[in-house]
């Protein structure tokens, strides 16, 4: 009788030490990570883009190539016209790509933003009424920052919430202290590179 309870002990005992791994995991978030980030305000007024600077290719011998800067003006535009604070499409672009319209990803991803071709399919229509040629850069990167409006409109302008939804899907989001480490690490990444836009310190 004794011995049969031993397997049963022994199994609770796990289990209670792995409840309190789990919670001390969540509540001692070490470093940038233990908080959303919170400086870069994600969503502008698509009305009032008069106060944001034009983009233009630059002549510049030394300046990247025309094709970057090509892409880089396309992204800010479509910014503006989606109320997307241009810094953070061309970040999440370039956490996503690298810039690199003919990226697929292993997952069937494509383009400059990583679109799935069955939520363009959808979100085609849904967000722009038009369907969309992912390999199309322009169409690609209209298509990437309508979703991302349409998340931060979802998650009313939380940029943690927008962007995990971006990346893993609706059913990812969640309040930071129960996000997926990797959801969390690309929260971050995508901020840091909109950043190093916003601050002048990017490729292009």
Known sequence: MRSAWLPLFALTCCLVLAIQACGQDQNTLQGAEAHPPTGLQPAIDANATSTWPQTDPNSDPNAPPLDMMITKSMLYAAGLKHGVNPYLVMGLAWHESGWQASVVS???????????????????????????????????????????????????????????????????????????????????????????????????
């Open 106 to 204: 292993s997952a069937g991803a494509v383009g400059i933003m990583q679109v799935m071709p069955s939520t363009a399919a959808a979100d085609g229509p849904a967000l722009l009424n038009r369907h969309v040629n992912l390999f199309d850069p322009g169409d690609n990167i209209d298509m990437g920052t309508a979703i991302l409006k349409n998340n931060l409109d979802r998650y009313n302008n939380d940029l943690a919430k927008a962007l995990t939804a971006y990346y893993a899907g609706g059913a990812a989001v969640a309040d930071w202290g129960s996000l997926r480490a990797d959801c969390r690490r690309y929260v971050w990444a995508v901020y840091n590179a909109a950043m190093m836009f916003k601050e002048g310190k990017g490729p292009v």
